[in-house]
């Protein structure tokens, strides 16, 4: 989302539930009470990421791979640049091979930049080193997603493992805990570096482990 729809979207919401006229105790009030709807929304959206599952549109490994790394939002984009592909947007030109590398064309009729666009890939090896892809669209660049034409080529190498350097922190679902918040006033008056290092150590891996236990028992 834009710096712009973002602040379009903020004002809306607290547009709705004040004005000018309020007090100063009553703007509180209804701030309160907007802020508690954000919360409660983005629970929401946490809780539908981490347990429930959309409804597959591909046969393509990569699409089961991002849903169980990806929250919704997030993935429903990379889903659509899947979908990109099986509705014929993108076609294949030519692919040729050089120093390990297979540079591929593609013609994609809803780009905005007219011509082939040329993606460089690099399959993953059998010494553990991850597939490597860049396109000419700049799209990862620009966005921190990958584009329809890096995965139509994956696809067409029979790639089945989302390369983790492709994979933003920030659009993980564990990125957000859904558990309460430790306050340093419980371990006491020691509130050294050492103890929030030790607690952050305990309280991620186990929200993570819980998390993934929830979502796949077998």
Not at 35 to 52: K, L, P, V, W
Request: glycine content about 6%; proline content about 2%.
């Amino acid at each position: 989302m834009r710096t712009t729809s973002r602040s379009e979207s903020e004002n809306q919401l607290f547009g709705q539930a004040t004005n000018s006229q309020l007090a100063l105790v009553g703007f509180f009030n209804h701030f309160d009470f907007c802020m508690e709807i954000q919360r409660y929304n983005g629970r929401r959206c946490d809780h539908d990421s981490r347990y429930t599952y959309p409804q597959f549109e591909t046969r393509s490994y990569l699409e089961r791979e991002a849903v169980r790394i990806y929250k919704r939002s997030i993935f429903n984009d990379v889903q659509d640049e899947m979908n990109d592909i099986v509705g014929g947007v993108s076609q294949f030109s030519s692919c040729e091979e050089e120093g390990g590398f297979w540079r591929c064309k593609i013609m994609d009729f809803n780009a905005y930049v007219p011509g082939f666009l040329e993606v460089v890939f690099k399959k993953e090896c059998e010494f553990g080193e991850e597939s490597t892809a860049t396109c000419s669209c700049k799209e990862f660049e620009q966005y921190g997603l990958l584009c329809r034409h890096i995965f139509y080529v994956m696809n067409m190498y029979q790639v089945k493992k989302f390369p983790k350097r492709y994979i933003n922190d920030r659009w993980r679902k564990e990125v957000a805990v859904n558990i309460r918040t430790i306050p340093m006033s419980e371990f006491g008056y020691d509130q050294n570096k050492k103890i929030k290092e030790i607690s952050r150590e305990i309280k991620y891996p186990g929200e993570y482990l819980i998390n993934s236990y929830v979502a796949d028992i077998d």
